[in-house]
């Protein structure tokens, strides 16, 4: 239990003693010097956000506040460490609030050793779990350091749903991890946010995961994100690329740019041409451009799943058509692909220019405005094109054909 008149004759015993008034240690941490005599006289306690300022302004820890006394031995303990328990638990209420969700399969919330749902699928035979695990690689870097710290979260979840509904599977249950050097506790909440409004968005649930403090590993502002994801698909619907075949379409699903691969080439243009910051491509700045959040295509996919119009899908993601598309296609055939009618963004004839990069390179490290690519029927494809219209622009970019060659492409992409 809190012990108000103790905390607030400690706050008054350790201004005094750093011979600060009211008025300027409530200037030190953007409050009234009302505020400071309400807790000096024990009426009210500081809140959660000024804490940790308050803490730091005094040279005590949030421990000493709370308890109303500092430690009696100059010994070591886990906040001198860089680690302050009241504080972290502090984050993890605000944590709480978007870890609630009305997922009936979610049996449990915040606070257990681990996350409990429910796995009863009484309209499947036989259902299969899709695993997989995703950081949005060193976008991610990009994202804190320009404030896309939200942004960051949608890749993350989105990449995540997209590799696992190349399987045919629907999204269930999402655990992330969050490592970084010091908990800031603003930039927790937005993170923890983004990945749980993401999830909604692709229609499964955040149900846990980890946030890690590490002071003597990572630096302070450093923030390092991953995720997993569960998915489920019934076993005779799973989409591996065994039904693909001679005379298959080959569709294209466009990107909006980017998506999470290709950034350690980025950064190196931005680093050898700052000034391309600012350009404008398309009415929007090169840096916006490029942290244009990961198109999520599970709600322009789910339409089709089940029915038996799907031979095989591939997430284009670092490695560009060829590094993905090969990896669901059958010995003895392979994928014939016109770059000529790749329609080709903005934002990547913009990089390819100004780095001087040949399309070999550009093709094996950006998606080049393809961000999905679907394996049909020829008698399947239009309405499978009109469906995923409804969303997003699909067009026809080749055909399966017998060969050893799993890729093989012809003519170029038009970059004027």
């Known amino acids: 239990m809190l012990n108000s008149m103790k905390i607030g004759s400690f706050i008054m015993e350790k201004r005094r003693s750093l011979g600060l008034t009211q008025q300027q240690l409530g200037d030190k941490l953007n409050v009234s010097f009302q505020a400071v005599s309400k807790w000096e006289n024990g009426t009210t306690y500081p809140n959660v956000e000024i804490l940790k300022n308050l803490a730091t302004v005094l040279d005590v820890t949030v421990d000493e506040i709370l308890d109303g006394s500092e430690k009696e031995t100059p010994g070591l303990s886990y906040s001198k460490a860089g680690i302050d328990i009241a504080y972290t638990d502090t984050i993890k209420k605000e944590m709480a609030k978007h870890l609630q969700n009305n997922d009936k399969r979610v049996l449990n919330g915040l606070g257990p050793f681990a ?44 990449h995540l749903v997209n590799d696992i509904v190349t399987m045919g599977a629907k999204p269930l249950a999402v655990l992330d991890t969050i490592v970084c050097g010091n908990a800031e506790k603003d930039t927790i909440k937005t993170l923890v946010k983004g990945i749980s409004e993401a999830c909604k968005e692709n229609e499964c649930s955040l149900v846990g995961g980890e946030t890690s403090i590490q002071p003597l590993v990572v630096e302070p502002g450093i923030y390092v994100l991953t995720s997993s994801i569960a998915g489920v698909v019934e076993k005779s619907e799973i989409l591996d690329g065994s039904a693909i075949e001679e005379g298959d379409a080959i569709l294209a699903v466009t990107s909006n740019g980017l998506h999470t691969n290709g950034y350690s080439l980025v950064r190196l243009l931005m680093d050898t041409m700052p000034q391309i910051k600012l350009d404008k491509i398309d009415g929007i700045t090169f840096m916006e451009q490029i942290m244009k959040p990961h198109t999520p295509y599970y709600r322009a996919i789910k339409g089709l799943l089940g029915r038996n119009v799907l031979h095989g899908m591939a997430h284009i993601t670092g490695g560009g058509i060829e590094g993905n598309l090969c990896r669901v296609i059958p010995d003895g055939l392979s994928a014939k692909i016109d770059l000529s009618k790749i329609k080709a963004l903005n934002i990547f004839k913009y990089i390819r220019r100004n780095g001087n990069i040949n399309d070999e390179e550009m093709l094996r490290t950006f998606n080049c405005g393809v961000g999905y690519i679907i394996v049909g029927s020829g008698k399947d494809k239009n309405m499978i094109m009109e469906h995923v219209r409804q969303f997003y622009d699909c067009y026809e970019i080749g055909q399966m054909q017998k060969g050893i060659k799993k890729i093989v492409f012809e003519n170029r992409i038009n970059w004027l």
Do not use: R, W
Not at 125 to 135: C, D, G, M, S, W
């Open 115 to 158: 996350s409990l749902y429910d796995f009863h699928f009484p309209q499947m035979k036989h259902p299969v779990l899709a695993l997989k695990a995703e950081e949005p690689g060193s976008k991610q870097k990009l994202a804190i350091e320009y404030g896309y710290t939200e942004s960051i979260c949608h890749d993350m979840i989105n």
